[in-house]
């Protein structure tokens, strides 16, 4: 297991592993910059409790789409505030 984090550590994205149950199992680049910081307690508790309020019918949506088999990733930018820097 600690190869396979160590491997996903080294992509330059963040990834984010979220089991049937809409539970949050994983999350890469755990000791390191993140642009959503997160801890180890987030293992463990529903996704949507993981967002802000005004973006938890984007999680529904996606979650949703999971389930119905319509879509097999989420892939998403965040465009910064009074930049036109997109991550």
Not at 8 to 25: G, K, Q
Request: glycine residues 2%.
């Amino acid at each position: 297991m600690y190869k396979r984090q160590a491997l996903l550590n080294t992509l330059p994205i963040e990834l984010s592993f979220v089991d049937a149950e809409d539970r949050v199992r994983y999350f890469s680049h755990e000791n390191h910059a993140k642009l959503f910081p997160r801890t180890r307690g987030v293992i463990g508790l529903n996704v949507r409790n993981c967002h802000p309020p005004k973006s938890v019918h984007m999680v529904e949506q996606i979650l949703a789409d999971f389930k119905a088999d319509t879509r097999r990733q989420a892939d998403f930018w965040i465009c910064l505030l009074y930049t036109s820097r997109c991550v």
